[in-house]
């Protein structure tokens, strides 16, 4: 896919989801703003593709002037964001009951305030050029809630609710939204489990039901990004084909 008129922003790219997503769009020679914690990944997937216009960031989507200073510098570089794209999450997944209060709050700062940090940073300039794409990562977790996952699928509930209220409120400025909402991806994810339990639970569901690839998920945001401006994705599920 030719993609080189497109500037993208993604926010959570140095592993997983987000970094296979970097190097597909990579392939497609959008100009890429890559931003995450861990700028050393960023910096080898930018090595990876020497004639790309890749820019990486250290920033944390906590931090809302952080964000913003990944969105300011390609606003200044290009004039515009086609797509920002709020990939950042984590899932310390426990029993309610052991009351883990700092991983809920974790959660709440990074799945939830993480993606409002991004729409906060971008949207004003994408309303008033009336034109752009926000997209976030979802998760099956956001349509179904499984016991000992409650706050994680809160999250992504909350973020559902929050990208569908934007698109209603965006529809009228011709802004692009899409959810990817995937199933469960052979990623870095798990070790954000602290639970011993739950983290061998999580690796032993992904292995039973032959979970997808990070590419296979950023097949879909590629999509996504790839069609008509008159057409907007609002949402793609992917799940592994054995995953109920
Ligand atoms: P990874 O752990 O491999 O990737 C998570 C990404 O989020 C990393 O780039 C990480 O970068 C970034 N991130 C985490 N916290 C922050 C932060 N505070 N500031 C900036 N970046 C941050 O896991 P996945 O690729 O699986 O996760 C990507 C998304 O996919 C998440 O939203 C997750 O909830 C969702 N998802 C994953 C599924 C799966 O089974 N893997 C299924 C459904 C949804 P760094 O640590 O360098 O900051």
């Known amino acids: 896919m030719d993609l080189s008129h497109k500037v993208i922003v993604i926010m959570g790219a140095s592993s997983g ?3 296979a997503t970097a190097r597909r769009l990579a392939k497609d020679n959008a100009k890429l703003f890559l931003a995450a914690r861990r ?9 990876e593709f020497p ?10 989507v ?3 002037e952080q964000v913003k200073a990944v969105i300011d510098a390609a606003q200044k570089a290009y004039g515009r964001v086609d797509v920002l794209y709020n990939n950042a999450g984590i899932m310390p997944t426990a029993p309610l009951v052991e009351g883990r209060r700092d991983e809920w709050q974790n959660m709440l700062q990074i799945n939830i305030m993480g993606v409002l940090n ?3 940073a971008v949207l004003p300039a994408m309303a008033k050029r009336q034109s752009g794409h926000i997209i976030t990562t979802d998760s ?3 349509h179904v809630v499984g016991p000992d996952s409650a706050v994680y699928s809160g999250t992504k ?4 609710a929050i990208m569908d209220g934007l698109r209603q409120e965006q529809a009228e400025n011709s802004i692009k939204t899409t959810i990817i909402s995937p199933g469960s991806t052979g990623t870095e994810l798990f070790n954000s489990i602290n639970d011993a339990d739950q983290k061998q639970f999580a ?3 992904f292995k039973n039901i032959n979970g997808l690839q990070p590419d296979q998920v950023a097949s879909a945001v590629e999509y996504a990004i790839g069609t008509a401006d008159n057409m907007s994705v609002s949402e793609v599920i992917v799940r592994p084909t054995r995953q109920s």
């Open 118 to 120: 991004g729409i906060a």
């Open 157 to 160: 509930y909350a973020v559902r």
């Open 17 to 19: 989801i987000g970094a």
């Open 140 to 142: 099956v977790a956001g």
């Open 203 to 205: 690796e032993d569901f």
């Open 39 to 47: 700028l050393e990944r960023l910096d080898s997937i930018k090595a």
């Open 62 to 64: 906590t931090d809302f």
């Open 51 to 60: 004639s790309v216009a890749i820019e990486t960031f250290k920033a944390d």
